[in-house]
């Protein structure tokens, strides 16, 4: 960032429905958000919840009358995308969660995007409409059949200006090809196809084909009870539409070349960091597993997340990552408590800024960590209701690991584990992130933006 990471200022935060000011929703299951993404301009910002809402928040044009509001994001569209299922064959309820949303490219004046929950991708579509048709001969205004003994005239329907009303509209459901959970989709960049992947196997969808996916990896062992690893994220390299990686629970990315063979059982490269044996706990293998994979936009690196770091992994090397950022470190300490309250469990993700060279992932205590990737300089910032007044400077905090604490210091012993920040969102071109707290979503941007 220009002047510091300290420069970076809360330009207006809303809660979940929340289109100007502060509104206290209240905290239920259904309004804790569970995804949140920038389409491919930053113009549109998307988030999902448990109760299997997509609320769509717009940019507005700056204004000369308020030029201080730079572009503030207010609700655009809201809608139900998934429900609560039951399976009967298993005798299982499928929650209406939204594990992932993936923006398609614009193509027209409509946007789409993909939505999934467990176990059901769908593709909507969002658009605007601010004309109705009226004057129809078969039918009357409220929308009932007319006589037709009565129609004495032919009548040329004629369009009529409106409010503008947006309107989502699945056009797409992709159902039935998972036995297990989706934890990824990602967009090909053929934009014809995209993959979900849920804990053992990863399939390909073209977008105009419903009922028929093709299954590109399998690591379902014959034996259940060999298994040693499942998948944990998976994605498409940003430029070549061949090229996926998926990372697993122990640790590893496998970086898979479709034209090799339609069973992308063999990896065409494998990532993997060996173990510090002095480290080596009862929680290693916990700790390990990887929650997050994304490629860089210039698709020349790989950065993963797991519970304490994040690693940038260059594409040419596969034995070590060449960076290694310690997000709180200052945890290492608390992985009983951690693993006795589930916490060690939790699946944080990571973003790049739009030039690759800043990294941003979640914490706890409602604190997001940045790195440069230059500088090598990092900050911890705390998204929270109390510093939420526009145009308040972030100011950076630290956590202090037993001693004397400092009076801007917080203690690691007073953390709140169920504060935790575990999706944020960047901007692709500007320094605009979104941070996903429980139910609110803050918007930050940079002070010199």
Same mark, same amino acid.
């Given at each position: ?22 509104? /206290? ?23 999902? @919840? ?22 503030? &994001? ?12 039951? @399976?009967?064959? =298993? ?44 004057? &129809? ?10 006589? !037709? ?44 196809? &995209? ?24 690591? =379902? !062992? ?34 898979? @070349? ?57 594409? %040419? ?38 030039? /690759? ?29 109390? %510093? ?6 972030? =100011? !950076?905090? =630290? ?28 901007? !692709? ?21």
């Amino acid at each position: 960032f220009l002047a510091g990471f300290g420069s970076l200022m809360q330009d207006v935060l809303w809660c979940f429905s929340q289109v100007k000011g502060t509104i /206290d929703i209240g905290v239920t299951e259904a309004d804790i958000i569970s995804t949140v993404e920038f389409n491919h301009t930053g113009e549109l910002l998307a988030t999902g @919840d448990k109760g299997g809402r997509v609320v769509i928040f717009q940019r507005e044009q700056e204004s000369k009358n308020q030029p201080h509001r730079r572009g503030e &994001y207010n609700v655009y569209s809201t809608f139900q995308s998934h429900e609560p299922e039951f @399976d009967y064959l =298993k005798s299982l309820e499928i929650e209406e969660k939204i594990n992932k949303i993936r923006w398609l490219p614009q193509q027209n004046a409509a946007y789409f995007l993909l939505s999934t929950n467990d176990k059901t991708v769908k593709l909507w579509k969002v658009s605007e409409r601010d004309k109705r048709p009226e004057g &129809y001969n078969l039918k009357d205004e409220d929308g009932r059949l007319r006589d !037709p003994s009565m129609i004495t005239v032919l009548r040329v329907p004629v369009l009529r200006p409106m409010d503008l009303m947006v309107e989502a509209t699945p056009r797409r459901v992709f159902a039935n090809a998972h036995t297990y959970h989706i934890n990824s989709i990602s967009v090909n960049s053929d934009y014809e196809t &995209y993959m979900s992947a849920d804990d053992l196997r990863i399939n390909l969808w073209n977008f105009e084909i419903t009922n028929q996916s093709f299954n590109i990896v399998d690591i =379902k !062992p014959a034996n259940m009870e060999e298994l040693t690893e499942v998948i944990t994220a998976a994605e498409f390299h940003p430029h070549h539409c061949n090229t996926f990686v998926y990372s697993s629970s122990k640790g590893t990315i496998r970086l898979c @070349d479709m034209r090799t063979a339609a069973l992308c059982d063999r990896h065409a490269k494998f990532f993997e960091e060996p173990e510090d044996p002095s480290n080596r706990s009862f929680f290693s293998e916990i700790i390990s597993s990887i929650s997050d994979v994304k490629f860089s936009h210039s698709g020349r690196y790989i950065m993963t997340r797991d519970y304490l770091t994040v690693k940038v992994w260059d594409l %040419n090397m596969e034995n070590r990552p060449i960076e290694t950022y310690q997000v709180h470190d200052y945890l290492r300490s608390k992985l009983c408590s951690l693993y006795e309250n589930d916490c060690i469990f939790d699946k944080f993700e990571c973003v790049w800024n739009g030039t /690759d060279s800043v990294i941003m992932t979640g914490s706890y205590n409602n604190f997001f960590r940045m790195f440069d990737r230059n500088t090598k300089r990092d900050v911890t910032l705390e998204a929270s209701r109390e %510093n939420s007044k526009p145009r308040a400077i972030l =100011k !950076p905090r =630290k956590v202090c690991v037993g001693g004397k604490r400092r009076k801007d210091e917080i203690s690691v012993d007073s953390l709140d584990f169920s504060k935790k920040i575990l999706h944020t969102a960047w901007h !692709p071109s500007e320094n605009i992130i979104a941070v996903a707290a429980t139910n609110n979503l803050y918007i930050f941007q940079d002070k010199v933006n």
